[in-house]
């Protein structure tokens, strides 16, 4: 069964430093997604992604952020500058037209 | 704004027995979608069920049962003969129809399930 994947399953990093988060979705899904759990708290929205634009953004998504998709399967979340409130797992999504989104299995990122 | 309330935070049951995980939402949407996310404690989100506003028949599929009210906006997750296994976090969220179809996630309600 086709399934959205996730590199790495936990990134640790520096404050301030960048770093990349890397999603391939379902090969014939059109509509990507990042959100974000911090530890113990509700899933919270950050950008929406489709026919290689941003169509939907939070406020959490801001100037640091920025999302890509480089070729024809992947599609990464790039943090410019990490804060400490960072911290937080992140979840990629995908879906087909009219359909439910299907998450990976998180990225745990880890600012120190 | 769209909105998503679960109640309840925590809910501990000890096996076989039912349970019910409230859901009430919020939009201004005449069409949407309404979600139920499972999360384990191996963190992944695992789709379950997903429902059109138009659309408020109850469904059952296995021990599981949702019940959708659009008079009093509930969508409502039912367990029934619970199991161990069912542990978990479970997030009700709800999307508008088209657009971007961004998810809005409720708090979730952790379910204990003791043997």
């Known amino acids: 069964e086709p399934e959205v994947t996730q590199t790495p399953s936990h990134q640790v990093t520096q404050m301030g430093q960048e770093v990349i988060l890397r999603c391939v979705p379902i090969s014939n899904h059109l509509y990507f997604y990042w959100y974000r759990q911090i530890l113990g708290q509700k899933v919270e929205f950050l950008v929406s992604?489709?026919?290689?634009?941003?169509?939907?953004k939070s406020e959490i998504f801001d100037d640091q952020f920025s999302v890509e998709r480089p070729d024809g399967s992947n599609f990464t979340l790039k943090i410019r500058s990490t804060k400490l409130e960072d911290s937080a797992m992140y979840f990629c999504?995908?879906?087909?037209?009219?359909?439910?989104?299907?998450f990976g299995p998180g990225t745990r990122l880890t600012v120190l | 704004a769209q909105k998503v309330t679960q109640a309840q935070t925590e809910i501990s049951v000890v096996e076989k027995e039912d349970v019910t995980l409230d859901c009430v939402y919020e939009t201004r949407d005449t069409t949407y979608y309404l979600f139920w996310y499972k999360q384990p404690p191996s963190g992944e989100l695992v789709f379950l069920i997903r429902r059109n506003s138009f659309d408020e028949q109850n469904e059952i599929s296995g021990r599981y049962s949702w019940n959708f009210q659009k008079s009093t906006s509930s969508f409502n997750f039912t367990i029934t003969a619970s199991q161990v296994v069912d542990s978990a976090v479970y997030f009700c969220a709800l999307s508008g129809r088209g657009g971007s179809e961004k998810l809005v996630f409720g708090k979730g309600t952790k379910l204990t399930v003791n043997p």
């Open positions: 992604f489709y026919n290689n634009e941003i169509s939907e």
């Open positions: 999504a995908s879906r087909a037209d009219q359909m439910e989104q299907f």
